[in-house]
Nanobody, 124 residues
């Protein structure tokens, strides 16, 4: 299983970006998918996750109401729509996948597969 993230860039505060993560490999629809982020000098933090079925989504409190995670199983792709961006959202964003959980975990260590990361920079 390989994950390829894209869509990062430089945006002003209040702006928006949409990240995409395309997953290759079999049984995409059976994986829970998540986005994490890591700012310089900080740990990798949970941002959002979506169940394998797409019926439930989960968010960190810091992004709730501003970010939306979604998936298109026909395209083997997970998205993260980021609105009302703030300078504190600046980080490298990673997509991740794991099988075998009904509810996606929030711990990075639980995930088996990772994308390479895409940098999001929000200027004030």
């Amino acid at each position: 299983v390989q994950l390829q993230a894209s869509g990062g860039g430089l945006v002003q505060a209040g702006g928006y970006l949409r990240l995409s993560c395309t997953i290759s490999g079999r049984a995409f629809s059976s994986y829970a998918l998540a986005w994490f982020r890591q700012a310089p000098g900080k740990e990798r933090d949970f941002v959002a996750a979506i169940k394998w079925s797409g019926t439930s989504t989960y968010y960190a409190d810091s992004v709730k109401g501003r970010f939306t995670i979604s998936r298109d199983n026909a395209k083997n792709t997970v998205y993260l729509q980021m609105d009302s961006l703030k300078p504190e959202d600046t980080a490298v964003y990673y997509c991740a996948a794991v099988a075998g959980f009904n509810r996606p975990p929030r711990a990075p260590s639980a995930y088996d597969y990772w994308g390479q990361g895409t940098l999001v920079t929000v200027s004030s």
